[in-house]
């Protein structure tokens, strides 16, 4: 849940065996986001159930890391989400911030097909990297227009206020002494909350077209996951403001399972321990007095919402 493999090679310590250092907890996952998961289940499991007046639920997603796979499945196959809390803290690494809109990210995959040949007889082939070497050219034009528009909601984002377009990956070819007959480039969108994906899909399929006239090619929606904006008066947002004293609101460029869940009807905030500066690094790590405040404001939301009369 939320984790992405732990190759850099300066390590200090095994990556997947947490290490008290003290001041701080060292591993792959304990910001993003290990941390808020350990103190969420262990508040969970030591509930008396005889005592709870409301409902309290954990919610487990798979796959958030690649494209927030668990939460869309549940977001469209979830047979009765009224029975569940409307109301939902998302623990990602925030530095104890309550965070209530993040961008959304659109993948897309564009596919050339060429004929493979000799090199020395390149006449009896067609070169599929070169039309995918004109498309990311468009492409990196596109993501310049892209960086001077401002969409709804762009104030929220002062860092990056536009939709961040990023050529990711490019693969093609097989040999330096063979016509490439295939080349493949993945691309993703950061989107702002409101933005269309469709709309911004197609504005891609445009641009490779123009650039391309008639030489073909194909555009892959590889995954969706949406933006996320929540009412800055939703009660869930103003009660954890008010336990952690924060007067003003907070957004962050990174995607998470909110957006789906927001899709699906519930009301989200991002809150938790841990800083995202420190994830997928070498030598992760939550500060232990962050774990420990966490906790504390955890145990108060859940004692005035589950347990209070």
Known sequence: MDVVPALEADWRSDPFALMDAGDRYVGRGTADMKGFLALATNRFARLDPTTVRRPLALLFTYDEEI???????FAETWPAPERL????????PTAMRVVRAHKGLLRLRLRFTGIAAHSGYPH???????????AIVALAELRRRMEGERPPHHERFPGVPFAALNVGTVAGGSATNVVPDRCEVDLGIRLLPGMAADEMEQRVRETVADALGAEPFTLEHVNLTLPMIAPAD???HRELCQAVHQHDEHSVMFATDAGWLQDAGFQCVLFGPGSIEVAHRANEFMPADELLRAGQVLDGLVHRRCLAE
């Open 67 to 73: 494209g927030t796979l668990g939460a869309r499945r």
């Open 85 to 92: 809390p409307r109301e939902i803290v998302i623990g990602e």
């Open 124 to 134: 009896l082939g067609h070169n599929a990297i070169e039309p995918a070497a004109q």
């Open 234 to 236: 939703a009660p869930i």
